[in-house]
């Protein structure tokens, strides 16, 4: 039986962009399930303590364009560190990735081509049109998944990621859960690989 993976995450993330081949590429090499969960970063933010980035001191700030370019050359990506839509309300864009999963559909081509295209294409995802472009693109039914994406129900499973990611102690984007072990941010994918090579029980903050 496959290990399994909680990937939290939202397409208006740059580090889940710049992490997601990467961790892609270790799904494959140790052939492990994927439960997608997109989550609200805005809420997730303030409750656990953090603070979207315009509101961060101007020197954190900085920091993070330097980081950005270093983790650009070191994944092998070429992308916009400031792209023209970005930020952007990822409530549908990530919506379509649980209308997917609903429908017993694999959403990883999709956010592969969304990620693209909003890193390195400098794509709105918040218009409903191009949304359904790129789920068309990545073999999925894009139209059928943007409408469902604004339903009751995925807004409600959209809530419950959120409140999973609280009770894991999730509070950003990417965080890998591995046996209830959180590995946060795209830079920890190698500490993941080595949790997953050596097979060793889930550390934890209960010592």
């Known amino acids: 039986m496959p290990r399994q993976v909680d990937y939290y995450f939202s ?5 889940a962009y710049i992490g997601h081949r990467s961790f892609r590429d270790l799904v494959s090499t140790y052939d492990l399930k ?10 997730l933010f303030s409750e656990t303590g953090g603070l979207p980035l315009m509101r961060r001191h101007p020197v954190r700030q900085r920091y993070r364009m330097v980081e ?7 994944r092998g990506l070429k992308f916009h560190l400031q792209p023209a839509n970005w930020p952007f309300n990822a409530r549908l864009a990530d919506g379509v990735v649980i209308a997917a999963l609903e429908a017993g559909l694999d959403p990883d081509r999709y956010l592969r081509r969304a990620f693209a ?3 390195e294409e400098q794509l709105n995802l918040a218009d409903p049109a191009t949304i359904a472009k790129l ?4 073999g999925l039914p894009g139209k059928q998944l943007v409408e469902r994406s604004l339903s009751e129900e995925i807004t409600a499973a959209y809530e419950q ?10 509070f950003g984007s990417p965080v890998y859960v591995l046996d209830g072990e959180v590995f946060w941010g795209q830079d920890r994918i190698e500490l993941l690989e080595d949790a997953l090579k050596s097979g060793r029980a889930p550390y934890t903050s209960r010592v």
């Open 161 to 170: 990621n959120r409140q999973d990611a609280l009770a894991a102690d999730v």
């Open 34 to 43: 994927v439960n997608h969960k997109p989550v609200v970063l805005v809420d």
């Open 117 to 119: 295209g909003v890193w």
């Open 68 to 74: 950005l370019q270093r983790w650009r050359d070191k």
């Open 135 to 138: 789920a068309d693109e990545s």
């Open 11 to 15: 397409l208006q993330s740059p580090w």
